[in-house]
């Protein structure tokens, strides 16, 4: 579905990603774990198409995305949901009013405004949010129920893959706990791919089927989530892990 063959990025002379090379599956969930300034949301940027790369290719569903028609398509079947829901969400703004921005992007008029607000009603319950929601503002809701929004959000375009860029870090870790239930009962139900991206390998682990390890700009190990654990081949990972309790983490 997405191949990302030897990317490179440098920014003022730092070399902020080298040779990344990865893929993921239809329906896979790829996590990228390293810690803060090893290059993963630049990575997720320059597959959004908020950041060119220096060198390297990025194919979407066996098409380049350096191809501009090919990029349109991905803007609707790659998302992203980033770290601060709050300042994801416009604080002026309805939840119905943010999700409805959304829906008008991806869906052509004219809709009837009963099937909208139905849609977005739905949206709202698939994230565990009852209707009534659509009418409060960001200050009205918990950090966890704007992160459900903004999950919301980017299901409006029924994508093929969303990229979580550190959408967990601003909970605490009961609420942590009950947004990795819901990703994982969507990516059931609607078979989407993730690439999740944290500095928190135990969130990783929840939820990723196979694990690339970022460090300062190169991918220094992947593999199968459980191999990576138990067999970890890189010092960096092994330096990771040796900072968590006892896998796994979060059981389902
Ligand atoms: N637009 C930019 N201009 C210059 N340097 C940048 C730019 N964006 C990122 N960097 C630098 O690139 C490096 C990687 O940043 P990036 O945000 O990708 O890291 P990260 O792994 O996502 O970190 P964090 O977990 O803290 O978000 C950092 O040293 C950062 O300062």
Redesign the pocket.
Same mark, same amino acid.
């Given at each position: 579905m997405l191949v990302i063959d030897r990317i490179s990025k440098t920014? &003022?002379k730092?070399k902020?990603?080298q040779q990344i090379s990865f893929t993921i599956l239809p329906g896979e969930s790829v996590g990228l774990i390293?810690? !803060?300034? !090893?290059?993963? !949301?630049?990575? &997720?940027?320059c597959v959004m198409d908020l =950041?060119r790369p220096d060198a390297g290719e990025m194919l979407w569903q066996g098409a380049s995305l350096a191809n501009k028609n090919v990029r349109r398509a991905s803007r609707k079947s790659i998302q992203i949901v980033f770290?601060d829901p709050r300042n994801s969400l416009n604080p002026a703004w309805t939840m119905k009013k943010s999700l409805k921005e959304a829906y008008l992007q991806f869906h052509r008029l004219p809709i009837q405004q009963e099937d909208v607000d139905r849609q977005l009603g739905e949206l709202l319950q698939a994230v565990g949010l009852s209707g009534e929601y659509l009418s409060r503002y960001p200050h009205e809701l918990s950090t966890g129920q704007c992160q459900r929004v903004c999950i919301a959000r980017a299901l409006v375009a029924s994508p093929e893959l969303i990229i979580l860029? =550190?959408c967990l870090s601003a909970l605490d870790v009961s609420v942590q706990a009950q947004v990795i239930e819901l990703l994982r009962d969507l990516r059931k139900q609607r078979q989407v791919g993730y690439l999740f991206?944290s500095?928190d390998i135990a969130v990783v682990t929840a939820l990723c089927d196979r694990l690339l390890v970022?460090h300062e700009?190169i991918v220094v190990e992947q593999g199968r989530t459980e191999d990576v654990i138990a067999n970890p081949q890189h010092a960096y990972t092994r330096s990771l892990l040796a900072d968590v309790p006892q896998y796994p983490y979060f059981t389902e």
């Open positions: 920014y &003022a730092k902020v990603l390293g810690m !803060s300034g !090893s290059g993963k !949301s630049t990575l &997720a940027r =950041e770290q860029d =550190e991206i500095h970022l700009g």
